[in-house]
């Protein structure tokens, strides 16, 4: 089993910047790809993005360039830079290890 668990989440204005961060604990040698999805209730949930053992990464296309992924390996934690951020990127954040495991979910809400 792979815990994962968000921090960074809050309030920010539209324009604003906010990071987060996801901590992987446990069986976390065989995880090959972490990331982050995001849900607004009433929608499906979305592919923030994504980052892989190797580096590579992949963003939704709502986020390019203005969101960016990083990774450290050793640690086993992703982060999350959030800039320019907009009312329709509030959202629960969750973070995700593989296809199977998840965080609980950290709220951002960015205010216009």
């Known amino acids: 089993q792979v815990q994962l668990v968000e921090s960074g989440g809050g309030l920010v204005q539209s324009g604003g910047s906010l990071r987060l961060s996801c901590a992987a604990s446990g069986k976390t040698s065989g995880i090959v790809v972490m990331g982050w999805h995001r849900r607004v209730p009433g929608k499906e949930r979305e592919v923030v993005a994504l980052i892989s053992n190797f580096g590579v990464t992949t963003y939704g296309d709502s986020v390019m360039g203005r969101f960016t992924i990083s990774r450290d390996t050793a640690k086993n934690t992703i982060d999350l830079q959030m800039n320019n951020l907009k009312p329709e990127d509030t959202a629960v954040y969750y973070c995700?290890?593989?296809?199977?495991?998840w965080g609980h979910g950290i709220q951002v809400t960015v205010s216009s």
């Open positions: 995700y290890a593989n296809s199977n495991f």
